[in-house]
Nanobody, 125 residues
Framework: VQLQASGGGLVQAGGSLRLSCVVS????????MGWFRQAPGKEREFVAV????????IYAESVKGRFTISRDNAKNTVALQMDSLKPEDTAVYYC???????????????????WGQGTLVTVSS
């Protein structure tokens, strides 16, 4: 099982980045997929989650309206489009897979089964 996150980098405030998570070793369509982030000295926090079919998504209040999560099960890929970035978005971003039935999703990191290695996003002011 592998989740490979990429797309992080350095961007100015107000800019955009698109993170990608390519998975292998399991059937993506059986899993809800989430993005989490962890800033230095802080706990890992929920960012966004998308259901197995892509029909349902939930966002943290801090990113709602600025970030968009999407998935392509045929390409084994999940993406996080991040617009209007702010310095407080600076963190290591992780994708994670949660085995779920139907359109159920969760924001709790404890319920996720597999995790990627993370990609660093730095937003300068």
């Amino acid at each position: 099982v592998q989740l490979q996150a990429s797309g992080g980098g350095l961007v100015q405030a107000g800019g955009s980045l698109r993170l990608s998570c390519v998975v292998s070793g399991f059937t993506l369509g059986n899993f809800a997929m989430g993005w989490f982030r962890q800033a230095p000295g802080k706990e890992r926090e929920f960012v966004a989650v998308i259901s197995r079919s892509g029909g349902r998504s939930i966002y943290a209040e801090s990113v709602k309206g600025r970030f968009t999560i999407s998935r392509d099960n045929a390409k084994n890929t999940v993406a996080l489009q991040m617009d209007s970035l702010k310095p407080e978005d600076t963190a290591v971003y992780y994708c994670a897979a949660d085995l779920k039935l139907g359109e159920l999703v969760t924001t709790s990191p404890r319920e996720y089964d597999y995790w990627g290695q993370g990609t660093l996003v730095t937003v300068s002011s």
